[in-house]
């Protein structure tokens, strides 16, 4: 039988794993990372690829891929996303996945930080955009508005987050509403510009344009 993503999802050793890296960065102090935040990137990297005209399996893969595209964070958030490929690569061989699915899988998982990857594939592109177009209010952690820092006030101001693809499907587009009064547009490009810029690579890898608007303006 294939793997799929619904059998990834079931497996109990993936789930500890997704929790456990989830707690090691609430630790550290980072916004939330589990399961909110992996199926959320995992269902809009299949939709990036469904509606682009790629075929099923691939939307199947990238789901795969965005569901245990964090799990290296158990090991340490320095070079997570390598941390996680090799992790996964390890759990889907154990679970009979063809040797050229994995590869496929394991390469966008190991390209998806902005630090030190680039949309190798689509997948990779697809799991970029998904993955920095994820910045919402109910990942913040910290109950206490006093003492945000500038990552609390970002994501804390940002309302409403959608990820669109054109109708001509020469563009895709990251719309953001923006409450100013915790975090400003410019607080927003200080800690994103480079993730900005790595969904623009991703974008063209997938033959299309990427614009940025906040609250209802463009900015990229």
Same mark, same amino acid.
């Not at 909110?36 to 269902?43: E, I, L, Q, T």
């Not at 992790?87 to 009979?96: C, E, I, K, N, S």
């Not at 919402?136 to 910290?142: A, E, L, Q, T």
């Given at each position: 039988?294939?793997?799929?993503?619904?059998?990834?999802?079931?497996?109990?050793?993936?789930?500890?794993?997704?929790?456990?890296?989830?707690?090691?960065?609430?630790?550290?102090?980072?916004?939330?990372?589990?399961?909110?935040?992996?199926?959320?990137?995992?269902?809009?990297?299949?939709?990036?690829?469904?509606?682009?005209?790629?075929?099923?399996?691939?939307?199947?893969?990238?789901?795969?891929?965005?569901?245990?595209?964090?799990?290296?964070?158990?090991?340490?958030?320095?070079?997570?996303?390598?941390?996680?490929?090799?992790?996964?690569?390890?759990?889907?061989?154990?679970?009979?996945?063809?040797?050229?699915?994995?590869?496929?899988?394991?390469?966008?998982?190991?390209?998806?930080?902005?630090?030190?990857?680039?949309?190798?594939?689509?997948?990779?592109?697809?799991?970029?955009?998904?993955?920095?177009?994820?910045?919402?209010?109910?990942?913040?952690?910290?109950?206490?508005?006093?003492?945000?820092?500038?990552?609390?006030?970002?994501?804390?101001?940002?309302?409403? %987050?959608?990820?669109?693809?054109?109708?001509?499907? %020469?563009?895709? @587009?990251?719309?953001?509403?923006?409450?100013?009064?915790?975090? %400003?547009?410019?607080?927003?490009?200080?800690?994103?510009?480079?993730?900005?810029?790595?969904?623009?690579?991703?974008?063209?890898?997938?033959?299309?344009?990427?614009?940025?608007?906040?609250?209802?303006? @463009?900015?990229?």
């Amino acid at each position: 039988m294939k793997v799929t993503y619904a059998s990834i999802r079931k497996n109990e050793d993936i789930n500890l794993y997704i929790k456990k890296a989830d707690e090691a960065l609430n630790t550290l102090g980072y916004t939330e990372h589990s399961f909110g935040h992996v199926v959320r990137v995992a269902k809009t990297a299949g939709y990036i690829l469904e509606t682009l005209g790629y075929p099923e399996r691939m939307a199947e893969l990238v789901r795969i891929a965005a569901y245990l595209h964090d799990i290296g964070n158990l090991v340490n958030r320095t070079g997570h996303s390598q941390s996680s490929a090799i992790m996964a690569f390890r759990l889907l061989t154990g679970m009979g996945m063809p040797s050229e699915e994995v590869a496929d899988v394991v390469s966008a998982i190991g390209n998806h930080d902005e630090g030190t990857g680039t949309p190798v594939n689509p997948l990779a592109a697809a799991l970029i955009l998904a993955d920095k177009s994820d910045v919402r209010r109910s990942r913040v952690r910290n109950t206490d508005k006093s003492t945000f820092d500038i990552h609390d006030r970002v994501n804390y101001s940002v309302k409403k %987050s959608e990820l669109a693809i054109s109708g001509d499907q %020469s563009s895709i @587009q990251l719309k953001l509403s923006v409450d100013t009064h915790y975090g %400003s547009v410019m607080d927003y490009f200080e800690i994103f510009m480079g993730r900005m810029m790595m969904c623009r690579k991703a974008d063209e890898a997938l033959g299309m344009k990427f614009k940025l608007m906040i609250n209802e303006q @463009q900015l990229i």
